[in-house]
């Protein structure tokens, strides 16, 4: 079965970068694109951007470019995103999920993370 | 960018009601319109993909339809476990979520 595992929780400093981890199992890793949502609290979703785990070719909404660094490591099946320069407006759960169809970038998702929430705080 | 807005941003009724909830994107969207629901706490769960399609193992009260720029979810007969929140998002060229229907019991 499909299974998408994040990291735990965070508590960062102003001005510091910190990475997330998604952990994918049960599919092929390869054949499946992987995005970012980030959610502040109470509100609504936003997207972040996607990367493809064979090419590492990357996609961001241009909100994020500066502040989102997706990668892969795909001898152990994870996805990371690393957020820099952190501020109080980026605290937020961030969720992993894949793509439903194989080696497409849009379309929808039916494996989510558990989420990650990351607390920016001095 | 596509913007996507979603109405109403609360809704409040009773057990059996049928419910409704649109999103109308900002140009056509071709049907690439999928719906989510999300419980407090919650990752968000897929309902509806490419308007109309039920994903495996929702409840066949969940419906979606529309077309162009506009689209609904309809619930058809409220039950208590459907309190959520519920997000559109359109994927017909890249990614935009709905802002959100709060949706709770009377």
């Known amino acids: 079965q499909v299974n998408l595992l994040q990291s735990g929780a965070a508590l960062v400093k102003p001005g510091a970068s910190v990475k997330l981890s998604c952990k994918a199992s049960?599919?092929?890793?390869?054949?499946?694109?992987i995005h970012w949502v980030k959610q502040s609290h109470g509100k609504s979703l936003e997207w972040i951007g996607y990367?493809?785990?064979?090419?590492?070719?990357?996609n961001y909404n241009e909100k994020f470019k500066s502040k989102a660094t997706l990668t892969v490591d795909k001898s152990t099946n994870t996805a990371y995103m690393e957020l820099s320069r952190l501020t109080s407006e980026d605290s937020a759960t961030y969720y992993c999920?894949?793509?439903?169809?194989?080696?497409?970038?849009?379309?929808?998702?039916?494996?989510w993370g558990q989420g990650t929430l990351v607390t920016v705080s001095s | 960018d596509i913007q996507m807005t979603q109405s109403p941003s609360f809704l409040s009724a009773s057990v059996g009601d049928r419910v409704t909830i649109n999103c109308k994107a900002s140009q056509n969207i071709n049907k690439y319109l999928d719906w989510y629901q999300q419980k407090h706490g919650e990752a968000p769960k897929l309902l509806i993909y490419n308007t109309n399609n039920l994903q495996t193992g929702i409840p066949s009260r969940f419906s979606g339809s529309g077309s162009g720029t506009d689209y609904t979810l309809t619930i058809s007969s409220l039950q208590p476990e459907d309190v959520a929140t519920y997000f559109c998002?359109?994927?017909?060229?890249?990614?935009?979520f709905g802002s959100g229907t709060k949706l709770e019991i009377k």
């Open positions: 998002l359109q994927h017909s060229s890249r990614l935009t």
């Open positions: 999920t894949r793509c439903e169809l194989r080696r497409a970038p849009y379309n929808w998702f039916a494996y």
């Open positions: 049960g599919y092929t890793f390869t054949d499946y694109y």
């Open positions: 990367i493809n785990p064979n090419s590492g070719y990357t």
